[in-house]
């Protein structure tokens, strides 16, 4: 009955929205999809994962393939803050554009510095136009760390000199929803690593609304798609962690589904990339793997099209959807064990992303190195 119930919330949630007018007198998604080569069954197949991906019933998949059909009624103001523009190319310059990359495509994108025409005078005019035609009902999406403070200077930009504080700060106060894409904008990234010499800080300290974190360097397409989905069904904020992740994609550790874990739990690690171990696929611990330390659903949805992702194919998890990655899980190719732990503020967590001090993080590292050298000595000695 409660299933039924919101089945039928969010039916007339996309009703309403589909009752809004279209932002771009342009082809349908169906057209788009099939122009690119993917069938209506495969963009079927596609709702019903991104449901499984949101943690809803198989039977609302019908409701996430709608979402995506009014996806283009929802405007976007898409702003790029200090970064390298990973997030964006990740999701444009692709050569066989997956359906969430389509998606990302068709919602009507009002303001994107990498893809829009516009530039000094003209840029500045369609953001301030696009905030006030689109006041309060716009989803931001902010890419970048902010220099903020008395270091602000370093993020001016434009044809009336404004910084990237005052425009994100304007752009957020008046947002619907506001996404900080990638962990530069949800954690300052590496722009804030040790000294921080621009003061970059993350989206939310510029902010009093409320942000949700998307990160990943980049986030992986899905999970970008999949808020955006969330939001046209729910309007409202997901369940979010204590670093206001969206748990439907960041409640689980890279460790818990990685293909290798079997191999860490029977103590079969890579001692050095190429070794036979390597070949044999065994655990990347050893080799500086952060998957036990990171929240993320790279393991379970990988990259391209469900293709491969980086354990795959060789290389450990670095940890970069952690708050503070660049400081805390370096060196990138050694694992946590051998290094100090009282340092390791914003690691993430074990047990569970919404409750964990230091010390327990601490313990559950100091307990996973053991038991990474407790049955690699078994093994060893077998
Ligand atoms: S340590 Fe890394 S490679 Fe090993 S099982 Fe965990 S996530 Fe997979
Ligand atoms: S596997 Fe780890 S480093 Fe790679 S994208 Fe996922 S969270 Fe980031």
Not at 59 to 75: H, K, Y
Not at 85 to 100: A, N
Not at 303 to 310: G, M, V
Request: hydrophobic share 35%.
């Amino acid at each position: 009955m409660e299933q039924q119930n919101l089945y039928h919330r969010l039916s007339q949630r996309i009703k309403e929205i589909s009752n809004l007018p279209k932002l771009k007198e342009e082809r349908s998604i169906q057209d788009l999809i099939s122009e690119n080569g993917v069938s209506r069954r495969d963009f079927m197949k596609w709702a019903a994962s991104m449901t499984a991906m949101l943690s809803l019933p198989a039977s609302f998949s019908p409701l996430i393939a709608q979402a995506a059909e009014v996806s283009d009624r929802l405007p976007v103001i898409w702003l790029h803050m200090a970064e390298c523009t990973g997030c964006s190319e990740s999701l444009l310059r692709t050569d066989t554009p997956t359906i969430d990359s389509l998606i990302f495509d068709y919602i009507s994108l009002k303001y994107h510095e990498t893809i829009m025409a516009a530039f000094g005078w003209q840029a500045e005019h369609n953001l301030k136009e696009a905030i006030e035609e689109h006041k309060g009902k716009y989803i931001l999406m902010v890419e970048g760390g902010i220099p903020a403070g008395s270091s602000d200077f370093y993020l001016t930009i434009g044809g009336h000199g404004e910084t990237g504080q005052k425009s994100a700060k304007e752009a957020a106060n008046n947002a619907a929803a506001i996404f900080a894409i990638g962990t530069c904008s949800s954690f300052g990234g590496i722009q804030a690593a040790h000294p921080n010499p621009t003061n970059s800080q993350p989206l939310s300290k510029i902010t009093n609304k409320p942000v949700i974190n998307v990160p990943g360097c980049p986030p992986s397409e899905k999970n970008i798609v999949g808020n955006v989905l969330h939001y046209i069904l729910f309007g409202t904020l997901p369940a979010l962690d204590v670093f206001n992740r969206p748990k439907w994609a960041y409640g689980l550790r890279i460790h818990d589904l990685c293909e290798r874990r079997g191999r860490f739990d029977a103590g079969e690690f890579v001692q050095r990339f190429g070794d036979e171990g390597a070949k044999q696929g065994y655990c990347l611990y050893k080799v500086g793997c952060k998957g036990p330390y990171t929240f993320n659903n790279c393991s379970r949805e990988r990259f391209n099209q469900h293709t491969s992702w980086p354990v795959q194919a060789g290389h450990g998890c670095i940890g970069c959807s952690e708050p503070d990655f660049w400081d805390t899980m370096g060196p990138f190719e050694e694992p946590m064990a051998d290094r100090r732990f009282n340092t390791l503020y914003g690691l993430g967590a074990d047990a569970t992303a919404d409750r964990v001090g230091i010390a327990i993080l601490t313990l559950t590292a100091i307990g996973i190195a053991a038991h990474a050298t407790v049955t690699a000595f078994k093994n060893k000695n077998k």
